[in-house]
Each structure stands twice: as C-alpha cells, then as structure tokens.
C-alpha cells in the first residue's frame, strides 16, 4: 500500500563510493553556488528523482512506478522490499538504511459507481479540515503551512489521465477510488516509533500498525446516511417531523456547505465561546445521523466494507 516516499541517505552511510553515485543516473545535472562553492547533482532513476548534496542524497518518487512503471497497483511490504532492494543495487549503497522523512500509504478500491458519489457522503474528520474544491477530489488537512499528515480521496483514473499516466486498458472505465494517507517530517514522532528508516516500512507489526492507522482514520470521518423509507409512520410529534426534515435537508446538501456556514460564523465573530462552533457542527451531525430517522448509506456501507477488508491480508 506504499506509492511515493521520501528518502534521505547521509553521505556517511556511503563512504568512499559517495563521488561515484552521479555516474549510475539518468540525465545527471551539477549546480555549483559560486559564492560557497556547495556543488550540487540533480538526475533521475526511473522516475525517481535524486539529489546528491555535500551532505547526503535524497531519493524522491513513486515506489511502485520505480518496480512497475505503473503506481496504478500500490506495493505491499514484500513488493516494498523487492522496490529498496532494486534501488540498492541501481546506486550500489545499503538503501534499506535510508532515513525515510515522507511518505504516502494507500489503496485503490474498485467501486460499483462514480467515484464522486462517495466523496459527498465523506463528512468531517476530527482535528482537521474538509476541502471538496472538486466533485473527484476531497482532501483533510491542517490549516498551517506545515502539513505533517493529509488524507486524500480521489477519482484514480481521472488523476492518471489528466497527469498523461500510463494505466492497464482493462481499467479503463473503472471506478477507481483511491484513499490515501500522507505522512510528512518527523515520522518517528507522528507514528510513535523509535524510527523510520526504508526497512522499517517492510516490517510486518510497522505494516500492521500502518494499516490500522489507516483505516481507524477513515472511520473517524462522519458519513451521511439515508433517511429511512418509511419514516414518515415513526412521525408522532411536531419535533419528530422538524428533525426528518432537517436530516432530509442536510443529507442533501453539500459537506463543504455546511463547512462554508460554520466559517462564515467565524469570521462574524458570532459566538464568544469557540466551542460553540464546535457544538454547533456537532449539533448538525447528530440529527443528519440520528438512529431512528436514518439508515447507513448503501455506498457508505461498500466503501466501508473495502477499507475494512484491505487490512485482512497484512
């Protein structure tokens, strides 16, 4: 389930044969800072891209394009090993200790309808928030500039044609939902692990504990469910009614809306009290889901069953 990561390897990790890494790149370019003197190499490795500097390299790039030549398919752990491997013997250094500072965690689900349709019934996720700039696109993250962790659903296929990407043509006209966890900086403190070098990402319990992280943070989004179809004979007070037709009304409405109303309290100033902001998008995911007037959504159900099952082979 890995596709692109970060990977930095100190020059003294490599020793003598550091000069000679330039020579096994594709289209090698050197910079040379003519005030300090820093020289610096640029070049490619099968779609990776790697720089060389005084003090070390980095390695940037899709794993399974490097493996592949398709991130269509992400790696599991083995095909992770078989990916570091390669890339140690393409540089002729121990890649396996490189220090990994980014990476990206995620499958892609064969859906049953258009990728879109799920996304509008992903709701808020705790700590961070919602963007759905596009129907296909629906990002979580932080509002800093610095983003150590962001969760992205999209369409798959119109991300690879839209980028010219080579894809199997019996994916053609597939529903492609692609959910993806994005982890950058200081790993070892995000995942609570003494550290994270590109071994560790092939270790069975690390992978493990990836996976749950994985779906544990899917399930904390809050879904939009369906209204039950025969509601109207559980209708017995003017407030049973107000709430069906305030749930009607919301599983109707675009999330990004509601997100759009609750900043547009902010920036009134409405409340003195934060919280209340918090209450008040609280207050309206409570009687959009509330048990005795909705149902789970059918695509919520098939999208949850997917995230839950692509943990059972680990």
Known sequence: MYD??????????????????????????????HK??????????EGLKVSIFVGGLSVVGSLPKYLYGSNVYPLDRHTTAQAIAKLSDALHLQADKANVTGLEFGINFFMMH??????????NMPRLNRYHFEPSTLYYKGTGRQQP???????????ARAKGMDYPEDLEGANLLRYEMRLNGRLSNQLKVPEVTASTLY??????MMVRRYQDSYFSITKLNQIKTNIMSEIKTVTDAFNVFVARLITQTDQT????????????????DRKNYTRLKNKIQEVATKANITVSDELMRELDNEVRNCGAYV
Do not use: C, H
Request: charged share 25%; proline share 2%.
């Open 257 to 272: 809306q509601i997100g759009g109303f609750l900043d547009e309290l902010k920036g009134a100033g409405v409340f003195e």
């Open 149 to 159: 962790k962001v969760f992205a659903f999209y369409d798959k296929m119109a991300d």
């Open 4 to 33: 692109k990561v970060k990977l930095w390897i100190d020059r003294a990790m490599v020793g003598e044969q550091y000069p000679t890494i330039a020579n096994y790149l594709d289209e090698a370019n050197t910079q040379i800072n």
């Open 114 to 123: 258009q990728v879109s349709e799920y996304l509008a019934k992903l709701g």
């Open 36 to 45: 300090t003197g820093e020289v610096k190499t640029f070049g490619n490795l």
């Open 203 to 208: 270790d069975a319990p690390f992978y493990k």
